[in-house]
C-alpha cells in the first residue's frame, strides 16, 4: 500500500529525473575536489544564495554543527531561538562537540527573535561572563509554524550582528520555501547573513544532503572540520546529482506545495473537532490541534488515518503538524481531509 505520507517533507524520495542522473553522473574523489558533480553543485549553490563559495555536506545538522565550529571558539556564546532546531533537535552537538554555550531567546509567534531581547543578550565585557559570538536565525521557523522570516527583520538582525562585531548565521533548512512564500530570491534574503545552511534532502526532495554557504576563506574552513567530523565523502556525485536538479527544478514549484497545504487547511477547518491555527499554512506546513470536545488522543487518531493510508505525526496527545511535499497531489489532499473526517466522525 502507497501511503499519504505528511509527516515531514523528509519523507521525499528522488524524483525518477534524480533517479536517472544520479545514474549517469560523473564522479571523483571530491576528498581531493575531484567530483566535477559535486563541484558544479557548488558553484550553483554560492550563486543561488549569493555567497562566495558552498560545501556540500550529507545532513543539515552536520551543516549547522560545522558553522558554529568555524565561527566560535570554546567558551564562546551563541544567541539561538529556545524554539529552534540549532537549540532543541540537534543533540547538543554545539556544547558537545564545540564546548560551544547556547543563549536561548524566545521566539516570538511570528518566529523572529525580538531585537530588544538580542541586544539584551549579548554580553558585556567582563571576566566572568562567556563571549558572544554569533547569532543564529532559523528561515522559515519550523515550530512557530513554518513562518518564514523577512528580508527587512534579517537586514535589521544583521546590522545589530555587526554593530556589535557579531556574526550572522541562518539555517535555512527550508530557506527557499521561505523565498518562494514571500516572492523574493534567496540571495536577496540571506544576503545580510555570514553563513547560511540549507538542506536539499527536505521540499527540495533530494535523497541526502544539505549545503553551507559562506565567504571562501569560512568555506575552507568548514571543509577541513567537515573532514574532522568524519563528513568527506568520495564519489559523492552520485547523490549531488539529485541536488543540482533540487536547485535548478524544485525550487521553482515550492508555491503549489504552499497552495496545497492551504487547501488542506481550507478543508481541514470544515471538521468540527479541529483547529487549524489560525495564520496556519504560513509556507508547506499545517498546524492544528484537536478542540477540547475531542476525547480521542491525537495518537490514537494517528493510528486510525494509518488505517486510511495517511501518515502524521503528532506533535503531542492534542496537536499535529502536516507537511505537504512533491509527492502530495490534489487527490492526496482530499484524501487526507476525508481520512481526518472518518478519524474524527
Ligand atoms: C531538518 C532541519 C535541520 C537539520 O537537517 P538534517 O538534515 O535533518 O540534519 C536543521 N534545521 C531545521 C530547521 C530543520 O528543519
Given at each position: 500500500?502507497?501511503?499519504i505520507?505528511?509527516?515531514?517533507d523528509?519523507?521525499?524520495?528522488?524524483t525518477?529525473?534524480?533517479?536517472?542522473?544520479?545514474?549517469?553522473?560523473?564522479?571523483g574523489?571530491?576528498?581531493y575536489?575531484?567530483?566535477?558533480?559535486v563541484n558544479?553543485?557548488?558553484g550553483l549553490a554560492?550563486e543561488?544564495?549569493g555567497k562566495e563559495?558552498a560545501l556540500?555536506?550529507?545532513?543539515?545538522?552536520?551543516g549547522?554543527?560545522?558553522?558554529?565550529l568555524v565561527?566560535c571558539?570554546?567558551g564562546?556564546?551563541?544567541?539561538?531561538?529556545n524554539?529552534s532546531?540549532?537549540?532543541?533537535?540537534?543533540?547538543g552537538g554545539?556544547?558537545?562537540?564545540?564546548?560551544?554555550?547556547?543563549?536561548?531567546?524566545?521566539?516570538?509567534?511570528?518566529?523572529?527573535?525580538?531585537?530588544?531581547?538580542?541586544?539584551?543578550s549579548i554580553?558585556?565585557?567582563d571576566?566572568?561572563?562567556p563571549?558572544?559570538r554569533?547569532i543564529?536565525?532559523?528561515?522559515?521557523?519550523?515550530?512557530?509554524?513554518?513562518?518564514?522570516l523577512?528580508?527587512?527583520?534579517?537586514?535589521?538582525v544583521?546590522?545589530?550582528?555587526?554593530?556589535?562585531?557579531l556574526?550572522?548565521?541562518?539555517?535555512?533548512?527550508?530557506?527557499?520555501?521561505?523565498?518562494a512564500?514571500q516572492s523574493?530570491?534567496?540571495?536577496?534574503?540571506?544576503?545580510p547573513?555570514?553563513?547560511v545552511?540549507?538542506c536539499?534532502?527536505?521540499?527540495l526532495?533530494?535523497?541526502?544532503?544539505?549545503?553551507?554557504v559562506g565567504?571562501?576563506?569560512f568555506?575552507?574552513?568548514?571543509?577541513?572540520i567537515r573532514?574532522m567530523?568524519?563528513?568527506?565523502?568520495r564519489?559523492?556525485?552520485?547523490?549531488?546529482?539529485?541536488?543540482?536538479?533540487?536547485?535548478?527544478?524544485?525550487?521553482?514549484?515550492?508555491n503549489?506545495d504552499?497552495?496545497?497545504?492551504r487547501?488542506?487547511?481550507?478543508g481541514?477547518?470544515?471538521?468540527?473537532?479541529?483547529?487549524?491555527?489560525?495564520?496556519?499554512p504560513?509556507?508547506?506546513?499545517?498546524?492544528?490541534?484537536?478542540?477540547?470536545?475531542?476525547s480521542?488522543?491525537a495518537?490514537?487518531?494517528t493510528?486510525?488515518?494509518?488505517?486510511?493510508?495517511v501518515?502524521?505525526?503528532p506533535e503531542n496527545?492534542?496537536?499535529f503538524r502536516?507537511?505537504?511535499?512533491?509527492?502530495?497531489?490534489?487527490?492526496?489532499?482530499?484524501?487526507t481531509?476525508?481520512?481526518?473526517q472518518k478519524?474524527?466522525?
Amino acid at each position: 500500500m502507497e501511503y499519504i505520507d505528511l509527516r515531514s517533507d523528509t519523507v521525499t524520495k528522488p524524483t525518477p529525473e534524480m533517479r536517472e542522473a544520479m545514474a549517469e553522473a560523473e564522479v571523483g574523489d571530491d576528498v581531493y575536489g575531484d567530483d566535477p558533480t559535486v563541484n558544479r553543485l557548488e558553484g550553483l549553490a554560492a550563486e543561488m544564495l549569493g555567497k562566495e563559495a558552498a560545501l556540500f555536506v550529507p545532513s543539515g545538522t552536520m551543516g549547522n554543527l560545522i558553522a558554529l565550529l568555524v565561527h566560535c571558539q570554546r567558551g564562546h556564546e551563541v544567541i539561538v531561538g529556545n524554539r529552534s532546531h540549532i537549540y532543541l533537535n540537534e543533540a547538543g552537538g554545539m556544547s558537545a562537540l564545540g564546548g560551544i554555550q547556547p543563549c536561548p531567546v524566545e521566539n516570538q509567534p511570528d518566529g523572529t527573535l525580538a531585537i530588544d531581547d538580542i541586544l539584551a543578550s549579548i554580553r558585556t565585557e567582563d571576566v566572568h561572563h562567556p563571549i558572544t559570538r554569533l547569532i543564529c536565525l532559523e528561515n522559515t521557523q519550523n515550530i512557530c509554524g513554518g513562518v518564514p522570516l523577512t528580508v527587512e527583520y534579517t537586514r535589521q538582525v544583521g546590522d545589530l550582528a555587526r554593530q556589535n562585531g557579531l556574526s550572522l548565521h541562518i539555517d535555512g533548512a527550508r530557506i527557499f520555501n521561505a523565498a518562494a512564500a514571500q516572492s523574493v530570491l534567496v540571495k536577496e534574503l540571506v544576503e545580510p547573513a555570514d553563513s547560511v545552511m540549507f538542506c536539499l534532502s527536505k521540499g527540495l526532495a533530494a535523497p541526502v544532503g544539505s549545503i553551507l554557504v559562506g565567504p571562501s576563506e569560512f568555506v575552507s574552513r568548514a571543509r577541513h572540520i567537515r573532514k574532522m567530523l568524519g563528513g568527506g565523502m568520495r564519489q559523492v556525485g552520485v547523490i549531488a546529482a539529485a541536488g543540482i536538479i533540487s536547485l535548478e527544478k524544485m525550487t521553482r514549484r515550492l508555491n503549489e506545495d504552499h497552495a496545497r497545504a492551504r487547501r488542506l487547511a481550507d478543508g481541514l477547518r470544515q471538521i468540527r473537532g479541529l483547529v487549524v491555527d489560525p495564520q496556519s499554512p504560513y509556507t508547506n506546513m499545517v498546524y492544528l490541534s484537536l478542540s477540547e470536545e475531542v476525547s480521542t488522543s491525537a495518537h490514537q487518531i494517528t493510528q486510525k488515518m494509518k488505517e486510511y493510508g495517511v501518515l502524521v505525526d503528532p506533535e503531542n496527545a492534542r496537536r499535529f503538524r502536516l507537511v505537504i511535499h512533491y509527492w502530495i497531489d490534489d487527490s492526496a489532499v482530499e484524501k487526507t481531509v476525508s481520512a481526518f473526517q472518518k478519524a474524527l466522525h
